[in-house]
C-alpha cells in the first residue's frame, strides 16, 4: 500500500464493479418470443382492404382514393367469416362433429346459391344431413346482421374456400331472395323444406 496515503485513504475500498453478466435467459426468450409473434402476425394478416377504412374495413366503405376520387372498399368474405362463422364452423370449414355441420365439402354449400342464401337469411331449425351426417341444432338468422353484399361475400368465400370450387354469389341474388322471402319468420325446417328448394 502506498506509504503517502493518510488513514482515511487507508480506509476506502476498493471501488465494487458489476461483472459482466449475460441477459438472464427468460428477457432473450421474451424478446424472441415476441419478436416471432410480431414477424408471424405481419405475415399472416391478410390487408385486402385499405387500411384507410380502419374500422369499417370489412364493410363497405368509400375511401379517397389517390387520384382524389371515391373507391369502393371490396368486401372481405373472409373476415366476415372469422367475425360472424367460426367459431360454430370452424376456421377449418370442418365444424365440430355432431354439433356443427361442416362447410368445407358440404352440398349445400356447393348447391344452388338461392338455397343457400336462404339459409344465411333465415337460419335453420331442425334435422339436416350433410355429407351423411344428421345435425339437429340451430343456424342462426343473419337477415338483421349482415346486408345482402356482405352475405354475398361470406358466401363466396365458403364456397371458394377448403377445396370448394363453386361460383361467386351475386349481391343481387341474395336482394332477391331477401325480398321473395320476407315475409318468413321462421328459420327454415332442415331437410325437409330445404331439399324441395334445392330440387326445385
Ligand atoms: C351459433 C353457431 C353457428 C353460427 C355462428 C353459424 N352457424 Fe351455420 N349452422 C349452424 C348449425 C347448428 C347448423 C345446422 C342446423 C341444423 O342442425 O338444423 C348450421 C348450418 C349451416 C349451413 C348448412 C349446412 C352445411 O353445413 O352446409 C350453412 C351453409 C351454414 N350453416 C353457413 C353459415 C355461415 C356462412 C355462417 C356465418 C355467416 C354461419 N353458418 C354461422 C351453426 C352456426
Redesign the pocket.
Known amino acids: 500500500m502506498n506509504e503517502n496515503l493518510n488513514d482515511a485513504q487507508k480506509r476506502e475500498k476498493i471501488d465494487p464493479n458489476e461483472d459482466n453478466k449475460p441477459l438472464p435467459w427468460f428477457i432473450t426468450m421474451t424478446i424472441g418470443a415476441l419478436f416471432m409473434w410480431s414477424a408471424t402476425y405481419i405475415k399472416e394478416t391478410v390487408m385486402t382492404a385499405a387500411p384507410e377504412a380502419g374500422d369499417s374495413r370489412s364493410e363497405q366503405v368509400a375511401v379517397a382514393c389517390a387520384g382524389g376520387g371515391l373507391a369502393k372498399v371490396a368486401i372481405d368474405g373472409g373476415a366476415?367469416?372469422q367475425?360472424?362463422?367460426?367459431?360454430?364452423?370452424q376456421a377449418t370449414g370442418e365444424?365440430i362433429a355432431g354439433?356443427?355441420?361442416?362447410?368445407a365439402g358440404?352440398?349445400?354449400?356447393k348447391g344452388k346459391p338461392e338455397v343457400?342464401a336462404s339459409?344465411?337469411l333465415h337460419?335453420?331449425?331442425?334435422?339436416?344431413h350433410?355429407?351423411g351426417t344428421?345435425?339437429?341444432?340451430?343456424?342462426?338468422v343473419?337477415k338483421d346482421?349482415?346486408k345482402d353484399d356482405e352475405?354475398a361475400a361470406?358466401?363466396t368465400?365458403?364456397r371458394s374456400t377448403w377445396g370448394n370450387n363453386a361460383p361467386a354469389v351475386d349481391e343481387k341474388l341474395v336482394a332477391s331472395i331477401r325480398e321473395s322471402t320476407k315475409a318468413r319468420a321462421t328459420?327454415?325446417d332442415?331437410d325437409d323444406e330445404?331439399s324441395k328448394l334445392e330440387a326445385k
Do not use: D, R, T
Open positions: 366476415i367469416f367475425a360472424k362463422c367460426v367459431a360454430c364452423h365444424g354439433v356443427f355441420p361442416p362447410l358440404s352440398e349445400w354449400v343457400l339459409i344465411l337460419g335453420i331449425n331442425g334435422k339436416i350433410v355429407k344428421e345435425y339437429n341444432g340451430q343456424m342462426p343473419f346482421l349482415l352475405i361470406v358466401l368465400h365458403i328459420s327454415y332442415g330445404l
